[in-house]
């Protein structure tokens, strides 16, 4: 079908504003929240209801046509790109169709906004535990595609844990529920395939998600320290304790730099070397017990002070330095590569030294703020992409961290995904048969490959795998090089 003949159709359906085909209409939606690379879409179509979704996609599969499901483009691994293929948007279906107080759940289309959905169970006193740092953005839809975590999941748990049911409707247009909306689930998991599946399976159209009670209290504490060392080693002795912070966050000096020169300020001490933000929630005498003995450990193992946030807007303060480490980061320079990677907490400090190295040997800054209670480092490099000498620096310097990681016993991404952008890296954690397995699993859902092609395997037909250099090729170098600004 031409791409005339497509819109025209797709016009019937959505109507005219919501089909867009010009190349400055698109030009936003080439890349998403990690902008070294770009793709431009065919054309890009939004539904605004379920039924127009459904319709959507059935005139995609009966016209062959291949298509990239997007929600609010936050994600951080070139995912939600559509290379010369339709762009289905996913923002407009953004209802909470239902909240069940009795039951702790709720049930709410794709487009629900994270943080929306919070503020709307707040008043009950619940609460949806997955907190990303995008949370202000960031969809329910896309955080499935993703698995996305956050700095609370270390004690509640990724995106999958509080997904119970998805409604979906498959490539081929085919209406499938994945799970049991009642909790209980029989056979195969279908829904934890579904979650983190990165738009390579189909459409949500509607999610039950878990709802979780307020706890009774919290402690949100600020633990400064003169040395990453300590302040890695000081994560593992937590752990090590029995206590389980509800979020154990890590921020270097040059994160701590920017974030306390910008909007962001949070109180930060400027000096320290790296500094711990450390959550405990439960019961009062709970988390009075867990607080003091943070901080013994803290300060037993090298912390000059730990600061108890005394009120709300005090701990609302802490947290928005953390959370909007990554914008801060635009004041360094006008680009950013943003990486993603788990190691066992335990190989904290010697992965930390490897990566101060590595910046060092190759004359780049790297700005480390991450979960550390579960091992999810996010080293960052600001870089001027206009200067060719710096960009291959970053691009070098990022291949030898994600390979620091995989040889420290970790994987390659915690919760941003592989789309494009890891694609290289694959075959350091995975073996030809485990990858076939992966590409028999995605043609139940969608045997033609028109969902999202291209993205998570480095494939050229899901029978045959073959395998591609590790790192990013020279092409996909030269894509970063040209990142857009933060």
Request: hydrophobic share 40%; aromatic share 4%.
């Amino acid at each position: 079908m031409s791409d005339t003949a497509l819109a025209e159709k797709l016009v019937e359906i959505v109507g005219a504003r919501f089909v867009l085909e010009r190349e400055s209409d698109l030009l936003v939606y080439n890349s998403d929240g990690l902008p070294g690379y770009r793709r431009k879409p065919r054309l890009a179509v939004f539904p605004g209801s379920r039924e127009e979704t459904v319709a959507v996609v059935r005139a995609l599969a009966a016209s062959g046509t291949s298509f990239v499901p997007r929600g609010a483009g936050t994600g951080l691994s070139g995912g939600a790109l559509a290379d010369d293929v339709v762009l289905l948007g996913l923002h407009r279906l953004k209802r909470v169709l239902s909240i069940d107080h009795e039951n702790l759940r709720a049930v709410v289309e794709p487009g629900v906004v994270n943080l929306s959905l919070n503020r709307t169970v707040a008043p009950l006193g619940l609460l949806y535990a997955p907190d990303p740092s995008s949370e202000a953005a960031c969809t329910i839809g896309g955080n499935i595609a993703e698995n996305a975590g956050g700095p609370h999941c270390l004690k509640y748990g990724v995106t999958l844990n509080h997904v119970i049911a998805i409604t979906a409707i498959l490539p081929d247009g085919e209406i499938v529920v994945l799970g049991n909306p009642e909790g209980e689930i029989d056979g195969y998991d279908l829904r934890g395939a579904f979650v983190g599946s990165e738009g390579c399976f189909g459409v949500a159209l509607d999610v039950t998600v878990r709802l979780t009670r307020k706890p009774a209290a919290l402690r949100t504490m600020l633990a400064d320290f003169v040395s990453v060392d300590d302040a890695a080693r000081v994560t593992s002795a937590i752990i090590a304790s029995g206590i389980v912070p509800a979020a154990l966050e890590f921020m270097d000096s040059p994160t701590i730099k920017v974030v306390e020169s910008s909007v962001y300020a949070a109180g930060y001490p400027a000096d320290a070397a790296a500094v711990l933000l450390i959550e405990v929630d439960g019961t009062e005498a709970g988390v009075n017990a867990d607080r003091d003995a943070i901080r013994e450990i803290c300060i037993s193992g090298g912390a000059r002070t730990v600061k108890v946030a005394q009120n709300d807007a005090e701990r609302t303060r802490l947290w928005q330095g953390r959370k909007k480490a990554f914008g801060a980061m635009g004041r360094m320079a006008p680009h950013l590569v943003v990486q993603d990677a788990v190691i066992p907490r335990t190989k904290l400090a010697e992965v930390l030294a490897r990566i101060s190295r590595i910046a060092a040997e190759h004359r780049v800054t790297v700005c480390n703020v991450f979960h550390a209670g579960d091992g999810n480092l996010h080293p960052n490099i600001p870089y001027n992409a206009d200067d060719p000498d710096e960009a291959a620096r970053v691009h070098l310097s990022m291949g030898e961290i994600m390979r620091a990681c995989v040889d420290a016993g970790g994987s390659i991404t915690g919760e941003h995904g592989v789309g494009l952008d890891k694609i290289g890296y694959i075959e350091l954690i995975f073996s030809p048969e485990s990858l076939n397995a992966m590409c028999k699993l995605r043609e139940v859902f969608d045997p033609d490959h028109r969902s999202n092609p291209g993205k998570v395997v480095p494939i050229h037909s899901c029978q045959e795998w073959r395998a591609t250099p590790a790192g990013r090729s020279s092409e996909e170098h030269g894509e970063l090089a040209g990142a857009a600004s933060t």
